[in-house]
């Protein structure tokens, strides 16, 4: 099983990147994360460029969701809303077929008093009309402050990581079921 694993974030060392770095550290026995890294690289969404071949980077980013059994996303809020950069990445899915009835889940590290929630409502929203299956269960806000991640990049906090072990195994599950 191969879950892909995509970060809103561009900033290098984010909490979010940590989040989904340290879920790769807790993969099970039998499943494979990849690290998505192209975000950066993605042309500005256009629907008139939304053509066969897309853009060498677009063509990666469908590959890599097509062979992926189940999406992880870690995203951050920017004023109150997806990034804009994450908003286009999630842009380039909404004509495909790739994330059509494929699980998906977020993990949602924000400190903030709103938790984030309107970043991940709009997440929710999106990922509804790429069709992709979200999975309750291995959804969740787990706060994260920075001082908790190591020089190494990951999280060892032990109550965090066995919460978001939990999420991952129901991410697994669901795709086996």
Known sequence: MHILL???SLR?????EATLKTAMDLAPEGVTMSYYTGLDA??????DHDHDPPHPAVADLRTRIDEADALLICTP??????????KNLLDWTVGGVET?????????VSTASTGARPTHDSLRRVLGYTDARIVEEACAHL?????????DGLV?????RADLL????????????
């Open 6 to 8: 995509i970060c809103g």
């Open 42 to 47: 993605l042309p500005h969404f256009n629907p």
């Open 156 to 160: 060892g906090d032990p109550a965090f």
């Open 166 to 177: 939990a999420r991952v195994r129901a991410l697994i599950n669901s795709v086996q079921e």
């Open 12 to 16: 290098a060392g984010s909490v979010n």
């Open 77 to 86: 809020e920017y004023a109150g809303d997806l990034p804009g950069s994450f």
């Open 143 to 151: 706060p994260l402050p920075r001082h908790l991640i190591g020089t």
């Open 100 to 108: 059509s009835g494929k699980p998906a889940a977020w993990i949602n």
